[in-house]
């Protein structure tokens, strides 16, 4: 099977979505109105409200969706063969993630431009509001502990991607104070922080760093993750314009340059499928493919992290109400276009089934390393860069993907912290520092409490983020719903993705508690019943409102 | 339009779009810190009329009437619905 074959039917599934289901979606169910007053124009203030040129909007909705989720889902999920992780990206794309993402930014015009958390409030109640809440934070805790593991096996497994990785957190201050405190142009430093970063890449190979053995009785892989929670702990706390906003600048063109260099060396080279399209021998200890598949790839297929951005800071610089289908839909078109590349990388990086397989002995385990290694046999078959340095690449890629989303979401997990620090008038939390240590400290403790001192459990629990992640989503869409009902229209569209995720995600959360209980990691099951039970209470949340916006429709309530 | 203006443009269309990706994810925490400092400068010019030793009063006190355009905006923030200096009776 030619791997060119899966790109034009995924990219052409994408362009059906987008031309028609989109379409169908923006005219029939959110009907969009040219007309209709954006909270950036209602509302301009140069600050939050700012009517913003879609196609900018659009560049950074997808990078802040864009993550290393979107590879390292999909990278799993092969081992159930090709087909399934495949169908469930596309698919996935064009009927849930492509509806979620583009009906949270509209739900969120329709409310000032407010976060799907906060309109959650006056559309359910109270109680709907505080489930988002702890959702949210559940998410964020699942997100840091996950992609913390996911950086330190990179760095242990690609030493050589070690020095580009951390050149960038070096070059984005230098790059912040000239153009903040020295009036310089954005071009030439860009220019130069991208060829810093890729002569580092090519370097790489010559300067691999390693840490030591032991470092008061911690491997390499514990000592990686303490030194990533110092630096998002720091990242989190100095002012946005020196590290951020630079390293995030960077990371976005860099991101656009390595998947055109990917697809560029899919066309050219033309790699053949090796992974079988069904697994039918899949290692010892791997879950079955449902429900598991359905919240092993979240990012990619759908997610709830996307409807914060869209709702967050999207909605508030929409020009058009009508941008939102360009800038939602095709948002989530982007992140199945990542989830299209790992897919490839690690089923079409491998010259024989026997590597393949060699590959994939366990559940998640060689998943990260036959993305990096698979695609970087693409890219030195397709443009003959050496191997290593494709290697480096895809690693750079991910790892500052990684650590762009780890920063960002102890920043806002520091925010939580300090609202719940206010609201319950308990006056330490409500300190930045205070609050960052306490983010910091959970996100550890989950990392370690998982997977014991080698801080491995980041891998372990990464169906659970999956599930936290689809939870989310399903709550987004039961708002997205009532609100729909409650202007009289079709909600099916929202309705069934929602119905199908919170069965799929409560089904892998029974399967996994089984699992966790078995081989008696309390602490998991802990964590697996926490979310357990926020799933039901949205299963509840959900009827209840459901119900409640039905009885007020047939009593003749006024629709919009 | 010849190739040069045309390349121009395009130019001019490129560094936009890069100066708007730079600038607009984080427009919203830029303004709010240059906001917070600028509240602290408020609070440092009209420290003493509200009754906080300034030992850089002499310098501060010609700023006040530069600010004084500010000063209802700002005492909104600081909480203050009314203003607290007898004499400047901005509402």
Redesign the interface.
Known sequence: MPAILLVIVGLLVFYLGWRFYSRFIADKIYRLAPGFKTPAHELED???Y?P??R???W??HFT?VAGAAPVVGPAIAVIWGWVPAFLWVILGTVFFAGVHDFGALWASVRHKGRSVGIFTEEIIGRRAKNVFTIVIFLTLLMVNAVFAVVIAKLMITVTSAVAPTWIVVGVAPIIGWL?YKKNAG??WP?FAGIIILYVFIALGPDIPIHLPASVLGLAPGSQWIILLFIYCAVASLL???LL???R??IN?IQLVIALGIFYAAVFIYHPKVVAPAFNAHVPAGTPPLIPLLFVTIACGAISGFHGLVASG?SSK?LDKETDARFVGYLGAVGEGGLALVAILATTAGFATLHDWKAAYTTFAGGAIHSYVEGGARIIDGGLGLPHSIGANLLTVMLALFAATTMDTSVRLQRYIIQEWGQTYRIRPLTHPVTATLLAVGACMLLAFGAGGAAGTGGMIIWPLFGTTNQLLAALTLVVISILLLKYGRPVWYTILPMLFLLGMTVSALLYQLWGFYKKGNSFLVVMDLLILIASIWVVLEAGSAFWKARAETRAGAPAP | MTFGQRLRRLWRQASYWLREYYVSPYRRETARSLRRQEDLFMLLVYSEALGIPNPVSFYTLELQPVLYENFHEWHLRMGMPKSPLEGFKCC
Do not use: A, E, R
């Open positions: 140069g600050v939050d700012v913003t040129n196609y900018v909007l560049g950074h802040s153009i954005l071009f860009t002012p946005v314009w951020l906003q630079p995030d600048y976005g800071t610089q």
